[in-house]
């Protein structure tokens, strides 16, 4: 998937996510597939933006991950990731990337978190390199839609998830396994299916960011020798 490896905004360490309980793992796994054929469907060109699971829980006090990715075709010098609440569209978190064209190429972009809510101070984390939120020390008011939307220059996508807060009582029993990419080395609980279209996504995501950048280098190519004509 695109840069899920870079550094958080405020970052802190993931936690743990409870496994769906009976057949929701399977739902999951329905969805996680739909949203990356729409991801599919438009990948050549244009922002585009993609949940690996619509519906996450969390237990009270625990961590959960809003997985997310986004893909851009074109080279930007501006990029937003907003994420609220459904029903309030003031955004609890923001952030911002610039690139600064006219500095050197090595010089790391401009980044800038903003945290406008009370309620998510100090409890919550966005990953520039794929838009995905962490939210940690979970209360009951944070249960909800969730929407994240990625802006650029041109264009704009947006994405949702319910989270789901469960006290400790409504703890089922689960298998664990670790998800990959976790630099933190904890575990998310989670279905082998649902880990497994999870792999499936990431591997295809990349071979559409290969794709993406031979048109890219195909369109500079193109206008290089319309130039000397």
């Not at 369109?219 to 290089?224: D, G, M, P, V, Y």
Request: hydrophobic share 40%; net charge neutral.
């Amino acid at each position: 998937m695109p840069g899920g490896t870079g550094e958080p905004i405020g970052g802190g360490p993931a936690g743990t996510m409870p496994a769906p309980a009976g057949g929701e793992g399977s739902r999951r796994v329905l969805h996680a597939w739909a949203g990356f054929l729409l991801f599919f469907a438009g990948a050549v060109s244009g922002l585009r933006l993609v949940v690996h699971q619509t519906a996450v829980s969390g237990y009270e006090g625990s961590s959960v991950l809003l997985q997310t990715s986004y893909l851009l075709c074109d080279p930007v010098g501006f990029l937003q990731i907003k994420w609220n609440i459904v029903n309030n569209s003031t955004a609890f978190i923001m952030q911002t990337i610039r690139n600064n064209k006219s500095s050197n190429s090595h010089q790391e972009p401009a980044n800038k978190s903003f945290v406008a809510s009370n309620q998510y101070h100090h409890r919550v984390t966005v990953f520039p390199d794929n838009a995905s939120l962490l939210i940690e020390k979970l209360q009951p008011m944070d249960q909800g839609l969730y929407q994240v939307t990625v802006k650029d220059s041109h264009n704009s996508a947006s994405a949702t998830v319910y989270v789901t807060v469960l006290s400790d009582h409504e703890q089922p029993e689960a298998r664990h396994c670790t998800c990959p990419g976790n630099s933190s080395g904890e575990g998310y609980v989670m279905t082998p299916e649902v880990l497994l279209t999870m792999r499936a996504i990431s591997f295809l995501i990349s071979l559409l960011s290969v794709l993406c950048l031979h048109l890219v280098m195909k369109q500079k190519a193109t206008k290089e020798e319309a130039r000397r004509l």
